[in-house]
């Protein structure tokens, strides 16, 4: 990186800090990341060079249930190993079998996998331990070169390494995995969001909450027990956000189309809906709300995912292509014009969809110049719906969850430093 690089991060990291609407394509611009040409003399020899080379093909698994972040951004990692990633979704049976029924069912999770920007080709029933069988037809048919895997331990239940064939045919590499996101973490959090809404509910979360609380560690009463009470280990980057935005701002006569929300919890329906947003125009600018509109908004526990977290997650989709971090409640007049924004819409399956009753429509200003549009949402599913699920089967999630949280704890004690992005 050039030597000026961590002064603009700095400069970044203030901007962010102070809630400043930033928009993430002009920071890539800004610290030089868009990717380097050769300047002319090499042009030809470049293309040619780039014609002719096939494809390198990398290949990873995962369950992808309650996708976050990490996951995003492990996919991202592996596609930098790569030209072309290809992804095995592993099926709803195969993860029943060896860990417990998943919260996202598979066609859930094989709208969001699809959708984020670094997944090229998608495999819907991979096994959720590659075999030897599996791996050939990784080679073969699919002509895979490396399948690659984070640097936490990946256990056979007989206690061998699900990876040994792959190193064995030097066909294997590693990526750093993501510091502090984990489903259990953020399991513990909704937990949290659930025990303050029903209390005097006649279920009784608070062992499991003791167990998961990680998340808003003030909030923890009695859990305070528990030695080393880990609160997110997650420390946004500058270059983070970087590397997870396009590097681009709208093109010259772009129609822009503009979309708000809490993005909590990115899920199934937050991707559909982007999707056809994005369809209405050629650049979609989504505007992220800030922790505090959420909670007053939505109730105290919400969001889960800080402003950060989600804006990471929407940034990830293939259908965004810039993210407002901290974006303003009510759309002003201003707004619209300062991002040449043509249409704003809004989905029809949303947690407030009563705003058009309160005394400030957040939508007045579009809706009075004709460019609001409502959407009809493809897909049922809010971030209560997602807190629901977990919570209806959260015994097995208890059971589940120890033998994690165990191994977490394990990896967390053992880790060091491991070098990469
Ligand atoms: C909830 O569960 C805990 C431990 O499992 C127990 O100590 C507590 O008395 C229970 N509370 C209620 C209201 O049932
Ligand atoms: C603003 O958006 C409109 C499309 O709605 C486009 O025609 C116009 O060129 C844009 N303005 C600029 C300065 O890019």
Not at 87 to 100: F, H, L, M, Q, Y
Not at 345 to 353: C, D, F, Y
Request: charged residues 25%.
């Amino acid at each position: 990186m050039d030597p000026e690089a961590p002064a603009s991060s700095r400069f970044v990291a203030a901007l962010i800090l102070g809630g400043l609407v930033v928009g993430v394509s002009a920071l890539a611009f800004h610290l030089g990341l868009a990717t380097p040409r050769p300047t002319p003399p090499y042009t030809w020899w470049w293309r040619r060079r780039k014609k002719k080379t096939r494809p390198v093909r990398v290949y990873m698994d995962g369950c992808f249930d309650m996708m976050h972040y990490g996951h995003c951004n492990a996919l991202r990692q592996a596609r930098a190993l790569g030209d072309e990633l290809v992804v095995g979704v592993v099926s709803d049976d195969e993860i029943t079998a060896n860990k417990g029924p998943p919260v996202t069912p598979l066609h859930e999770r094989l709208i969001m996998v699809r959708a984020i920007k670094w997944v090229d080709e998608v495999i819907p029933d991979a096994p959720y331990a590659i075999t030897e069988d599996f791996m050939n037809k990784l080679f073969t048919e699919y002509n895979i070169d490396y399948i690659i895997h984070g640097d936490d331990p990946c256990l056979l239940p007989d206690g061998t390494d699900a990876y040994a064939l792959a190193k064995k045919a030097g066909r294997y590499k590693q990526i750093k995995r993501t510091e502090g996101v984990s489903s259990t973490d953020i399991v513990g959090r909704m937990l949290l969001c659930v025990r303050e809404r029903s209390i005097g509910d006649s279920h009784n979360h608070s062992s499991l909450q003791r167990q998961f609380s990680h998340g808003h560690s003030q909030k923890v009463e009695e859990g305070g027990s528990r030695s080393g009470t880990r609160i997110s280990h997650f420390l946004p980057t500058s270059r983070r956000i970087v590397q997870f935005s396009n590097g681009k701002g709208p093109g010259p006569d772009a129609r822009i189309v503009y979309i708000d929300g809490a993005f909590d919890l990115f899920h199934a329906g937050h991707v559909e809906i982007l999707r056809i947003a994005r369809e209405l125009g050629d650049f979609l600018l989504v505007g992220i709300h800030t922790d505090q509109t959420v909670s007053a908004t939505r109730g105290h526990h919400r969001p889960i995912m800080n402003l950060h977290e989600r804006s990471l997650s929407v940034l990830a989709c293939r259908y965004v292509d810039e993210v407002i971090i901290g974006a303003p409640w009510e759309i002003s007049k201003d707004m619209i014009t300062t991002f040449n924004i043509s249409l704003v819409v809004h989905g029809t399956i949303a947690e407030n969809m009563d705003f058009r009753k309160d005394e400030s429509n957040p939508y007045a200003v579009p809706m009075a110049m004709g460019i609001y549009q409502q959407l009809e949402s493809p897909l049922d599913i809010t971030t209560s719906t997602i807190i629901k699920r977990i919570v209806a089967n959260h015994e097995a999630y208890q059971k589940r969850n120890e033998k994690k949280e165990a191994s977490e704890r394990k990896y967390y004690e053992g880790k060091t430093y491991v070098s990469g992005d």
